[in-house]
């Protein structure tokens, strides 16, 4: 009973503590990070799914050929999938009292990856997959980053890191569908 006690006043505490500094909004005492820096990061995030919102919905547009159609809807289903990634991503920085970044100047510099375009339907399939992969690697470096310090944004790029493995795998799949040999090893 008497761990129940001391965890009654950690209640009464943090019903103390909820009622100070109510500007803060969803920053609590016990937040784990630092603010700036999350937002920071996040808007460095934020700038590389518009990155690639853009190279997507330009692949979409520009891809063409016999077999381009399905790689289009392809390219276009990723372009509104990293715009939800964006969307998410842009609301935890509101969340963290912060201001998402959708400024374009500069928006390369602060992306991790990059807008290639590609001459043709393969050298889009690649870029898109190097891009994929280079947001793969961030996302899990920004996972580890965020860890126990603040496991809504943790668990937010979890999820996005998912979808971006997923993008990368479709890219190959394409990838190896349209050089016509398979890319991995038996």
Known sequence: MGNK???ATDIANI???????????AITENYGGDVQTAIS??????ATEIVCVLRYKY???????????SVKQEFA????EEAEHMDLIAERINQLGGRPNFNPEGIT???ASQYAEGENLVEMIRENLVAER????????LIRYFGEKDPTTRILLERVLAQEEEHAND?????????GKPMLKK
């Open 134 to 141: 280079i947001a793969i690697e961030h996302y899990r470096d």
């Open 171 to 179: 890219m190959l799949d394409l990838l190896v569908t349209h050089e």
């Open 109 to 111: 510099t602060r992306a």
């Open 77 to 80: 289903q990723h372009a509104s």
């Open 59 to 69: 692949h979409a547009v520009a891809a063409t050929g016999i077999a381009s159609e």
């Open 15 to 25: 019903r103390k503590r909820a009622r100070e500094k109510l500007e803060m909004g």
């Open 41 to 46: 990061l996040l808007n460095e995030a934020l």
């Open 5 to 7: 006690g001391t965890f």
